[in-house]
């Protein structure tokens, strides 16, 4: 039979626009997050990351914003340039435990 | 410090062929992890240690795979024998601790024949 591959949720914004990243997690528990950034044969790299005692955090065009009410989680990239196409992933921590990768999201920019 | 090291970069084998990938972590790290990126399944954990012990192998397909930590700077991940269903992507990381961020290696692509 035909295999069926992810089929990750993709965006795709106009070079210098602004993007928003959205990610539901899954542990009301989770008390540490973190943003990467997967490009094309590279593996994930950090962009970001903020703690549960805070809702937002910034940083170099990235921003983070936590919404722990409704346990949901989004990276705003500003003025997107063609070097942010890659494939973004949230991951979770609770505790001491290691990362809880979400599925992922591509980011497509249109020059 | 270069950052989590991972070889080969590429690996082309056939059925029933050993195969072994290498990581050397980043100097420092205490936790080191195993993942596998397939199109099919995206990022699995397969195994991670702390101080090189391993805390969690649940991820491990199989029998046929089994990881070492031979020092606090290295570790091996084997496949034998290896199969076509194997053809992945495998990414070490390294971490301070097991709750951490994470620093990913470049990856070894496996394509069992």
């Known amino acids: 039979g035909e295999s069926v591959g992810l089929h990750l949720p993709t965006l795709s914004v106009q070079e210098g626009d602004n993007s928003i990243i959205n990610c539901a997690y899954s542990n009301s528990a989770s008390d540490y997050f973190i943003w990467y950034k997967q490009e094309s044969g590279k593996g994930p790299q950090f962009i970001i990351d903020i703690r549960s005692n805070m809702d937002k955090r910034q940083g170099q065009r990235v921003t983070v914003l936590l919404n722990k009410t409704v346990k949901h989680l989004s990276l705003q990239i500003a003025a997107t340039q063609p070097g942010d196409s890659a494939v973004y992933f949230c991951?979770?921590?609770?505790?001491?435990?290691?990362?809880?990768f979400g599925k992922g999201t591509r980011l497509s920019v249109i020059a | 410090d270069a950052g989590v090291i991972q070889s080969p970069r590429h690996e082309v084998t056939e059925m029933g062929q050993e195969v072994t990938l290498r990581c050397k972590l980043i100097?420092?790290?205490?936790?080191l992890f195993w993942y596998r990126q397939t199109m099919m399944r995206g990022l699995e954990l397969l195994i991670y240690?702390?101080?090189?012990?391993?805390?969690?192998d649940s991820g491990m397909p199989e029998d046929r795979f089994s990881a070492k930590m031979p020092n606090a700077s290295f570790s091996t991940l084997k496949i034998q024998p290896s199969e076509p269903r194997d053809s992945a992507v495998y990414f070490c990381a390294s971490s301070l601790m097991g709750g951490d961020i994470q620093y990913f290696g470049a990856g070894t692509r496996l394509s069992v024949l």
């Open positions: 240690f702390n101080n090189n012990v391993p805390i969690d």
């Open positions: 100097s420092g790290h205490n936790s």
């Open positions: 991951a979770e921590i609770s505790g001491n435990t290691p990362l809880v």
